[in-house]
């Protein structure tokens, strides 16, 4: 077995100041190994590129902000290399918050093993860190817990969902275990393209928030019963502007806020009435929180993944060196599409 192995990682270097910059990161050579006892290194296929870290680069956030020189987190998926536990052996296909690198060393437990048997047919391997990953569960709970009339009771069946940032794979998850609960989707995006993906993949209207007509207006016309479900992605104006579509008793769960991470203060909400007059309900949404229900909530999607029932999009983007770049096309106005992944090598 071999004792060490030359890796690469990015590493923060100086906190961003709007989007993020090629300075703010650096790119450097270490040795990993030999294996700490109880421990393994893998070797990582493919890391995922997550909107959501952009404000833990900045300060606190769902979770403490990352230190300068802190490795760049990401879950990632790969193949132990070496192993000094036994509970891994290598040629182990496994799955863990490895960070933006090429190869991680960690303690076995933070290593989840994978069934390389699960993932055939429309399910494959990076699946593991999109659609049922962090992302899928955060569809999955959100609407489904979050947005019941009870919460974590059953969905009442003919409501309308409105869903930000639809084309991503939240929005895109929601919209479709949506529809699989008899629910009405709608979804916002921005671009034809992505609005024409989301109607062939279920959803009854899409909203393309680029057009010229306001965006109440488009959402009005598009949810003409009105709004009793937004899970939103997006934050700032049209969070705003969901909140006065919103029907009496409606549920608001935010899971994120792009156009929120790089203002240096941001704009937050004004339609705070309507909170009283249509007892509306809006919870923030932490998917760790569910951490012990994912694997229930994992075989029920693979089911519906291959019964054709689910779809998803990924972006595959080669080479770890262009990790840093990936990130900030997702908050450019760049066309990003779906689970944004980097393939290591």
Not at 35 to 44: H, K, L, N, R, S
Not at 73 to 87: F, H, L, Q, Y
Not at 284 to 295: C, E, M, Q
Request: some cysteine; aromatic content about 6%.
């Amino acid at each position: 077995m071999t004792d060490s192995f030359s890796a690469r990682r990015w590493t923060l270097q100086q906190r961003p100041d709007g989007i993020p910059t090629p300075d703010c990161f650096m790119l450097e050579d270490v040795t990993l190994g030999p294996v700490q006892d109880g421990w393994a290194i893998a070797e990582m296929s493919h890391i995922s590129i997550d909107p959501g870290m952009r404000s833990r680069l900045s300060g606190d956030s769902y979770a403490a902000v990352m230190a300068i020189g802190d490795t760049v987190e990401s879950a990632g998926i790969g193949t132990i290399v070496a192993s000094a536990s036994d509970k891994l052996a290598v040629g182990d296909l496994v799955m863990t918050g490895s960070g933006w690198v090429s190869h991680a060393h960690l303690p076995a437990k933070a290593f989840v093993k994978l069934d390389p048997a699960l993932f055939q047919g429309p399910l494959t391997q990076t699946a593991a860190i999109g659609i049922l990953g962090i992302p899928g569960m955060t569809a999955y709970f959100g609407l489904l817990d979050l947005g019941a009339p009870d919460k974590g009771g059953d969905m009442k069946a003919g409501e309308t969902v409105l869903v930000s940032s639809a084309a991503g794979t939240v929005g895109a998850t929601t919209g479709q275990i949506a529809k699989l609960k008899g629910l009405r989707a709608v979804g916002i995006a921005g671009s034809k393209e992505k609005c024409d993906w989301l109607l062939e993949i279920g959803f009854d209207a899409a909203i393309n928030y680029k057009d010229a007509a306001p965006l109440k207006e488009q959402i009005k016309a598009a949810c003409p019963d009105g709004v009793d479900i937004y899970l939103d992605n997006v934050g700032g104006e049209m969070l705003d502007t969901a909140i006065s579509c919103m029907n009496q008793n409606g549920r608001l769960i935010i899971s994120g806020a792009v156009s929120e991470y790089n203002r240096a203060q941001p704009v937050g909400i004004r339609n705070t009435l309507d909170f009283i007059s249509k007892r509306l309900r809006m919870e923030g949404l932490v998917v760790f929180d569910y951490a012990r229900a994912f694997p229930k909530a994992q075989m029920e999607m693979a089911g519906w993944i291959m019964a054709g029932d689910l779809v998803y999009r990924e972006e595959i983007i080669d080479g770890l060196e262009n990790a840093p770049a990936a990130f900030a096309a997702l908050f450019d106005g760049s066309p990003v599409f779906g689970r944004r992944i980097v393939k290591v090598k």
